[in-house]
């Protein structure tokens, strides 16, 4: 069995994400989940909703991937976010903070590791972009490890997006020349 997973959410199943997902599972020899697949109930403050389990497949779907050590999220970039399928599945877990007889799998994930895949048009905002994630790995325990990126022009080539400082020279000095492109 591969110790990684592709967790992939999108709009369109075959798009530049899927294509850049299929490229990195062959690189990583892992799978692609199609979260879209899954029936996730939205996070709903009284735990009761959740009892009809053949209509929600939210924690069997977290018992299969805590057998896998390395979490690869990948996601398009909507409006600096990702989709709502996905940041429905990050909501969820707060099921397994709320519940006491869940907080032990929770605790799981504190051996596991976390990337990201994104694809976009421009690489504008991929830091802004990143940070729930890299957030919600720390406060989860999660180690996370890096955060790939496609254009979505060419969705087979994916790169190591290693982070921009917002106050570096070129980052600024690259939005200003767009800005004023525009113009």
């Not at 979260?35 to 977290?62: G, H, Q, T």
């Not at 057998?67 to 989709?83: D, G, K, Q, R």
């Not at 429905?88 to 990337?115: A, G, I, V, W």
Request: net charge positive; glycine share 2%; aromatic share 14%.
């Amino acid at each position: 069995m591969a110790k990684q997973i592709i967790i992939f959410s999108s709009a369109r199943r075959h798009g530049n994400t899927y294509k850049a997902a299929r490229t990195l599972a062959r690189r990583l020899d892992t799978y692609i989940l199609f979260l879209d697949d899954f029936r996730i109930k939205n996070y709903c403050y009284e735990i009761n909703e959740y009892k009809e389990i053949e209509e929600d497949d939210f924690r069997a779907l977290i018992a299969k991937l805590l057998t896998f050590e390395h979490w690869v999220f990948a996601s398009p970039v909507y409006w600096y976010n990702t989709t709502p399928q996905l940041k429905n599945f990050f909501d969820r877990l707060t099921d397994y903070m709320n519940e006491e007889e869940l907080r032990p799998q929770l605790r799981l994930l504190r051996n596991k590791h976390m990337s990201l895949l994104s694809t976009s048009n421009v690489e504008l905002g991929l830091d802004a972009f990143a940070a729930p994630f890299k957030l919600s790995a720390e406060y989860l325990g999660m180690r996370f490890i890096t955060h790939y990126h496609a254009s979505a022009l060419t969705p087979s080539q994916i790169k190591i997006h290693l982070g921009t400082s917002p106050f570096s020279r070129p980052y600024w000095h690259r939005l200003f020349v767009k800005v004023m492109e525009k113009k």
